[in-house]
């Protein structure tokens, strides 16, 4: 298996990123969701590729393993979307959603965020010990900013102040 390596988002890399999110979501935590509950999925640049927004995906014998996406949502805030990693590429070892992570930090530094905000289920229990790792503080929905994109099977959320 190749490192894999992380590159901004491509065209070519839509069947791949779709396979790799809708199979975390409906295979591996049985979340009734589809790519049309999604529609941001079939228009990557029209959604997060604006302002200070981005999506990167992580490459490894060209599949795609890992997808992070940051999206703009006025006032030097940025939503942190679409985090997924393969089964196989997953944890400390494998290195990818760390280095998936480290990549929209830097953009969101360089772009002049102050803040991101993220929604998760409470299934992926692994996810919410890497964000709050990595600094993210649980926070009420309530203390989301209005334009915040919420997905109705977000339950639980983080804030990070960008340094």
């Known amino acids: 298996m190749a490192a894999p390596i992380i590159a ?10 779709l396979d790799l999110i809708l199979s975390i979501q409906r295979d591996e935590y049985g979340i009734a969701i589809t790519a049309a509950d999604q529609p941001d999925l079939s228009d990557i640049g029209g959604f997060y590729l604006t302002g200070t927004g981005g999506f990167w995906v ?16 006025g006032d030097r805030r940025a939503a942190l979307r679409k985090m997924f990693v393969a089964t196989d590429h997953r944890g400390r070892a494998a290195g990818v959603a760390q280095a998936l992570l480290d990549i929209l930090l830097a953009a969101a530094r360089t772009r002049g965020l102050t803040e991101l ?33 919420r997905m109705a099977v ?7 102040t960008v340094a």
């Open 8 to 17: 901004p988002f491509v065209p070519a890399d839509q069947p791949g990123l």
């Open 58 to 73: 992580a490459r490894s014998d060209d599949r795609v393993v890992g997808t992070i996406a940051l999206k703009d949502i």
């Open 117 to 149: 905000y993220l929604g998760t289920t409470d299934r992926f229990v692994a996810a919410h010990r890497f964000y709050e790792k990595n600094g993210f503080v649980v926070i009420s929905a309530d203390a989301l900013p209005p334009a915040f994109p």
């Open 154 to 160: 977000d339950t639980r959320f983080y804030r990070l």
